[in-house]
């Protein structure tokens, strides 16, 4: 039994299959890239496992706990994100909140923890992504990799059996896009779990476990980096990286 397996997860919007019975296990303290062309699915299905989209069917498993994603009652729900946390593309910080009050917000409001014990989880996950001097600073205040930072202590402050992350630095400028990935390796190598959508082709080779290409709400492929990007059978992703490394120069070998 995986840590956490995903089945027949599917969505559509209207008559467009977007996620077409994904079948999906990952294992404890791994990092699972999910890649392929935009629109097909990748930030969809973070969206269903953290109940931010309603799917047709799936159901996902919590070290064999199981849970509907389809269900529609908000206990239910509500315990489900229990065990998930997300980062956004555009790092969701709560604007007329400093800081610290981001991060302690959750502990407080979901898991009722006291204000001191909220604040010492805080400073411990500020303190690993570099933003312990920044506590009275608000949103406004902040570069975008900076946002992106305290959007991932938010989440990790909240001890997630699975984190994931949608595009994380897609929104940020080219120069703060390198803080930012220093920051999710670090936490990778400290064994969070996690599920990753990026367009970061050589990032996720350094980082990733395993990597997971998705076309038409399909998975087609699934292997280690070594395997997807070195050795790739599938012909759609063969086309794929190689139209991939001609955008952006990326260093890998196909």
Same mark, same amino acid.
């Given at each position: 039994? *995986? ?17 077409? %019975? ?12 999910? &890649? ?13 496992? %953290? ?40 790092? %969701? #910080? ?40 920044? #506590? ?12 992106? /930072?305290?959007?991932? *202590? ?16 897609? *929104? ?10 220093? &920051? ?46 070195? %050795?790739?059978?599938?012909? /759609? ?18």
């Amino acid at each position: 039994m *995986a840590y956490i397996e995903i089945r027949n997860l599917s969505k559509k919007f209207r008559d467009n299959v977007v996620l077409d %019975n994904v079948d999906l296990d990952i294992n404890r303290g791994e990092v699972v890239a999910l &890649i392929g062309p935009s629109g097909t699915g990748k930030s969809t299905l973070l969206r269903c496992l %953290n109940r931010l989209e309603n799917p047709e069917s799936g159901t996902v498993s919590f070290e064999g706990k199981k849970y509907d994603l389809t269900t529609k009652k908000s206990k239910s729900k509500r315990e489900l994100r229990q065990h998930t946390e997300m980062v956004f593309q555009q790092f %969701n #910080l709560l604007k007329n909140k400093n800081v610290l009050k981001n991060v302690i917000e959750g502990l407080k409001t979901v898991k009722k923890i006291s204000r001191d014990e909220a604040e010492q989880i805080a400073y411990r996950e500020l303190g690993k992504v570099g933003m312990i001097d920044r #506590l009275t600073h608000y949103p406004r205040h902040l570069s975008g990799g900076q946002q992106q /930072r305290v959007a991932i *202590a938010r989440a990790l402050a909240m001890d997630p059996q699975l984190l994931l992350m949608d595009e994380p630095t897609s *929104a940020l400028d080219p120069e703060l896009v390198g803080e930012v990935l220093m &920051i999710i390796k670090k936490i990778a190598q400290e064994g969070n779990t996690i599920l990753l959508v990026t367009h970061e082709m050589d990032f996720v080779k350094g980082v990733a476990d395993r990597v997971v290409f998705l076309e038409n709400g399909k998975i087609v492929a699934n292997g280690t980096a070594k395997e997807v990007f070195e %050795n790739p059978r599938d012909e /759609r992703l063969k086309q794929f990286l190689i139209k991939v490394k001609q955008l952006d120069g990326s260093e890998y070998v196909i």
